[in-house]
């Protein structure tokens, strides 16, 4: 083995000293948020817990559990996030795979108009007005549908299926008499699980953590998202704090307020942490080969 020169070892101490503190960046504030979420609330609100639990207590999950509204709320956000991702992959590969084909017309001028949406948008209140004319107000549909697809995406998946698909195995698999849809499920579609993760993760991600949509198009309580009532836990408790500052009668439910805050967070986020490392083999390639032969 080739002995390491000098250079070469004060390069590796730095390269891992950095990524030693970006770790902690990055971990710092999720094992706070998770020992915060187990603590004393009073030990929290004092200042006294900074990394390590102290007088540990599961009050916050136990009343995040007791939440009929919570629960609900969940539920809501898994069927929004699944239905949601689910769209948005089939438009994105129906959108992608015609894109990548180097004979079909119009396709530069077809990805021109794709990408002037990134740069102009008619903005939120003609969406709105749209929406609501679709009817799709105080519906799921006004979710899902709106953001049913990405031009960013697109134009990676695409990149994917033009730099990692070979052309010559969909030119054999069409004289074998295989028609293009035949030839998307059988043949492009396999090959392309690393760019089907990453777009899985993308939009998951984007779906579980929106709020926005449904602060405009929805009414209803029983139909909002985890995010939107977790929002509403922060900002009431906060409110709360300044109106009532020095009230000792408030005490009690500020403190009932900042467990449960802690441990909505928690939850709220658990499944997507849980997600990453089964896509992140898949992830890291995907990227990487979208980036490196785009």
Not at 104 to 123: D, E, H, I, Y
Not at 213 to 235: F, G, K, M, S, V
Not at 267 to 286: D, M, R, S, T
Request: hydrophobic residues 50%; contains cysteine.
């Amino acid at each position: 083995m080739e002995a390491r020169s000098y250079g070469d070892k004060w390069f590796g101490a730095v390269n891992a000293t950095l990524l030693a503190f970006v770790s902690l960046i990055v971990l710092y504030p999720l094992i706070y948020v998770l020992s915060a979420s187990i603590s004393n609330p009073a030990a929290v609100l004092n200042g006294d817990m900074w990394l390590v639990p102290k007088e540990i207590t599961f009050a916050g999950y136990s009343k995040v559990f007791e939440n009929k509204e919570l629960l609900n709320s969940y539920g809501n956000t898994i069927f929004y996030t699944v239905l949601g991702t689910a769209i948005n992959l089939v438009m994105t590969v129906m959108a992608a795979y015609p894109m990548s084909k180097r004979d079909l017309k119009g396709r530069n001028l077809l990805m021109a108009v794709m990408v002037f949406t990134m740069f102009f948008s008619g903005g939120l209140v003609p969406t709105y007005m749209l929406v609501k004319q679709l009817g799709m107000t105080n519906t799921f549909w006004a979710l899902v549908i709106p953001n049913s697809v990405s031009v960013y995406n697109i134009i990676i998946m695409r990149t994917f299926f033009q730099s990692s698909i070979p052309g010559e195995i969909q030119e054999a698999a069409a004289i074998d008499g295989c028609s293009e849809m035949r030839i998307l499920r059988s043949v492009v579609l396999p090959l392309s699980m690393p760019i089907i993760a990453v777009m899985i993760l993308f939009y998951s991600v984007g779906h579980w953590n929106a709020y926005f949509n449904a602060l405009i198009y929805l009414t209803a309580r029983e139909d909002y998202p985890l995010q939107l009532i977790l929002r509403e836990i922060l900002i009431q408790g906060q409110m709360e704090e300044m109106v009532n500052a020095g009230d000792s009668s408030h005490a009690k439910t500020l403190l009932d307020q900042e467990a449960v805050k802690y441990a909505v967070v928690v939850v709220a986020n658990l499944p997507i942490l849980l997600l990453y490392p089964f896509l992140q083999k898949y992830f890291v390639k995907g990227v990487l080969i979208g980036a490196i032969k785009g």
